[in-house]
């Protein structure tokens, strides 16, 4: 399969997972601020606090306007692109994907209208349960999502049929219940909540600035913080958890994000090149510092893991695989002989095939070094992910720090970082993204498929057209979102009848 | 189906009319919703998204990723062999 044409197909299909990727954590994490603004004007019956709700929900309504159906894009890309991953993951995908397209659907249709529709047409109680069935629904249909995802990082619960040569589904819950798709989850829900968070504490600073709307950005600012300080710890938890599925599902994803070429135990956490942490990666890979991590080259070469089970070296896989290919070619050519021959080495094949099943993406490559990813992409993208993520987290805590305190107006550099630390934000989630999905190449199924047999035989140039037509279409469409989103910020809240001070400063 | 529930499903279906009919900024944004819906379904998915294998019945589908699959097989026989025993 010619390079180019899987360079382009991954080029394209990563640039609209990272553009899909800038509207969804805002979507989990400024519906969560919403929805307790809200509930503050349910308890407090204060008008202060609906206005505020409206503002931000409005900012949610542009997000979740231009952000909406982008997903839609990458499963053009899958039909188009990636057929033949298609075809092998269909069976697997369908579930989640309809449960989440239906729960999406009337979530969203139903409760989203009620939020804004629904203002003095409802009852208070109706409304504000609508406003969190919002976010719910959001977070809800994000699982369902994941959890395709994390069946390509974790194949679970499916099994390989020769005959339709498709991944069939086994166990549904196996693959609901993916490890994988549970620690992702939390991950993805709480780096949306911290996502949201520093949005509004953000926004909030930039009217701070500006001197305008004092009451409603410090009382925005507060539940922001708040909700970016638990997302932010939440984060870190999960992400733990998300190491240690790393470590033991994806042990080459791992070696790559450290840089590792030889493991061990009490492996040391690399801070940046040359500067480590003694002990600290067995850890995070095995929470014991005398855990063993194997390397980029003692997964090439075979190990023992912390269970005592013999991992194959790569070459030993690649045989394997080329095993269940060999017997699946053999299989299709006498599937449809009646004679007595052929059915016995039908029955052989379809042995071999289920025995090596589980190598058979090995199959397809030519030298064991190419399951290796791109090491310095994955390395400092996990880096950018961590550093960016607690600089964020540190500065959320200034800020909610300095509303206790009550003097956040006068601490200007604080208001700055706030402000920046809205693109840093973004940054983070997005290097995240890159992390798990670099780290796992080749593999568009890990073990069982390679992004090499994954593509489809199309030309480079029809590639490259989607790609650029895609790309000038949605730069196009993310200006016009920013441009209407700083517009909705410039008019800021409807405060007049509320808060005086506003009008005061405006006198 | 109950004459009782045509009154709830008129009421359903006016909350909708009335909330689009009084919308303000809401309308710019559904502008762009159905811009972006036509350019996704009726010009991206028609014209350059079409699905690689549209038109094929389940069973060619399956010999297509098949010959596919075992075609880029790069199985070093000198090496490995092709035996499956």
């Known amino acids: 399969m010619d390079t180019a044409l899987i360079d382009w197909s991954r080029l394209q299909f990563a640039v609209t997972a990272c553009y899909h990727w800038l509207f969804v954590p805002l979507t989990l994490g400024l519906g969560l601020v919403m929805a307790i603004m809200e509930t503050m004007y349910y308890r407090k019956g204060d008008e202060f606090w609906k206005k505020t709700a409206q503002f931000w929900m409005k900012l949610f309504a542009i997000n979740f306007a231009v952000g909406v159906a982008t997903g839609l894009i990458l499963e053009f890309e899958f039909g188009t692109n990636w057929s033949n991953y298609s075809w092998l993951v269909g069976d697997i995908f369908g579930a989640p994907l309809a449960i989440e397209g239906i729960l999406a659907f009337f979530m969203e249709a139903t409760f989203f209208a009620v939020m804004f529709f629904g203002w003095n047409k409802v009852s208070k109680r109706f409304h504000l349960v609508s406003t969190w069935l919002t976010g719910i629904g959001a977070a809800i249909s994000a ?14 619960g499916t099994a390989f ?26 991950h993805a829900v709480f780096s949306g909540w911290m996502t949201g968070g520093v949005f509004t504490i953000g926004v909030s600073a930039w009217f701070l600035l500006r001197k305008r709307e004092t009451k409603f950005a410090k009382a925005s600012m507060a539940i922001g913080a708040l909700v970016g300080i638990v997302g932010g710890f939440a984060v870190i938890l999960s992400g733990d ?5 790393a470590a033991k599902y994806q042990p080459m994803k791992f070696a790559a994000s450290e840089g590792l070429d030889d493991g061990g135990r009490k492996v040391a956490f690399s801070i940046i090149p040359g500067v480590e942490v003694p002990g600290v990666l067995s850890i995070l890979a095995t929470h014991d510092i005398n855990g063993f991590v194997p390397g980029i080259n003692d997964i090439l070469a075979g190990y023992t893991d912390n269970r005592g089970n013999d ?16 017997a699946l070619k053999i299989f299709r050519s006498v599937k449809d002989s009646p004679d007595s021959a052929s059915l016995a080495q039908k029955a052989l094949c379809e042995r071999v095939i289920k025995a090596n099943a589980q190598f058979m993406g090995y199959g397809h490559l030519k030298e064991p070094s190419e399951v290796i990813p791109n090491v310095p992409l994955t390395y400092w993208s996990f880096r950018t992910m961590v550093y960016t993520g607690f600089l964020v987290l540190l500065i959320l805590i200034l800020v909610q720090w300095f509303i206790y305190k009550d003097n956040i107006d006068n601490k200007k550099w604080l208001l700055i970082l ?61 200006a016009i979102e920013i441009t209407i989103m700083l517009k909705a910020i410039g008019k800021g809240p409807k405060m007049e009848e509320s808060e005086s001070e506003h009008i005061n400063i405006e006198k | 189906m109950s004459l009782g529930v045509w009154p709830k499903i008129e009421s359903v279906f006016r909350f909708y009319v009335d909330g689009f ?15 972006k819906l036509f350019i996704m379904f009726a010009i991206l998915r028609v014209f350059f998204f079409k699905p690689a294998m549209a038109g094929k019945t389940d069973e060619q589908k399956s010999e297509i990723v098949a010959k596919s699959l075992t075609s880029m097989n790069n199985t070093n026989t000198d090496k490995y062999g092709y035996s499956i025993n």
């Open chain 1, 418 to 478: 706030a402000v920046i630390a809205i693109p840093l934000v973004y940054i983070c989630g997005q290097a995240g993204w890159i992390v798990s999905e670099v780290g796992r190449q080749p593999w568009a199924i890990q073990d069982i498929l390679p992004v090499g047999a994954a593509v489809s035989n199309l030309s480079v140039s029809a590639v490259q057209t989607t790609f650029f037509i895609f790309l000038a279409v949605f730069t196009l469409f993310l």
């Open chain 1, 311 to 326: 991992v194959l070296p790569v070459d030993a896989k690649m045989w394997r695989g080329q095993k269940a290919l060999t």
């Open chain 1, 161 to 186: 049929n020769p005959d339709t040569v498709r991944s069939e589904m086994v166990s549904f819950w196996a693959v609901a219940g993916n490890p994988i798709a549970v620690s992702k989850f939390f």
């Open chain 1, 241 to 245: 958890s998300s190491g240690i599925h």
């Open chain 1, 143 to 156: 699982y369902w999502i994941l959890v395709a995802n994390a069946w390509m990082q974790n194949p679970v």
């Open chain 2, 21 to 35: 009919k009084n919308m303000t900024w809401g309308k710019t944004l559904w502008i762009i919703i159905i811009v």
